[in-house]
C-alpha cells in the first residue's frame, strides 16, 4: 500500500507542478487557450493564489513525509488538493465538460486516497 501512495503522490505532484506554474505564470487568454477552462468564472487574482497553493501542497506531499517532521502535513496537503479539485469538477460541471470534470473526480480520487492512507499511517 505504500509504494502505491507514493506512486499516486507522485502523480499529483506532476499534475499540480504543471497546474501550478500554468496558473501562477500566464494570461488568462493562455490558460483558456490551453485548456484551462475551468478558471472562467474565477477572478485572475484568485486563480494566482490557487496556483501558488498547488504548487505548496506538492511540497506538502512529499516534504514533511520524506523528513519526518510535521508528518500531518502530507495527509493535509492531500486534503487541500481534494478541496482543490471539488471546486474545479464544479467549475467543470457548471460549463458543461464531462471529459474535464471526469479528470478532476480522478484527481479528486487520487488526493483522497493519499490523504486516508497518510492519515492512517500517522497512528
Not at 64 to 88: N, Q
Request: charged residues 10%.
Amino acid at each position: 500500500m505504500n509504494v502505491i501512495t507514493w506512486i499516486f503522490s507522485g502523480a499529483l505532484a506532476v499534475v499540480f507542478t504543471i497546474s501550478g506554474v500554468l496558473k501562477g505564470t500566464m494570461s488568462r487568454a493562455r490558460l483558456l487557450a490551453s485548456g484551462q477552462t475551468g478558471i472562467a468564472p474565477f477572478p485572475m487574482p484568485l486563480v494566482r493564489v490557487t496556483a501558488y497553493c498547488e504548487l505548496l501542497a506538492v511540497v506538502g506531499l512529499f516534504a514533511p513525509w520524506l523528513t519526518d517532521r510535521a508528518r500531518v502535513l502530507t495527509p493535509l496537503a492531500a486534503v487541500g488538493l481534494v478541496i482543490v479539485m471539488i471546486g474545479a469538477a464544479t467549475s467543470h460541471s457548471s460549463l458543461r465538460e464531462p471529459r474535464n470534470t471526469a479528470a478532476n473526480t480522478i484527481l479528486l480520487a487520487l488526493a483522497a486516497f493519499v490523504a486516508a492512507a497518510r492519515f492512517a499511517s500517522l497512528t
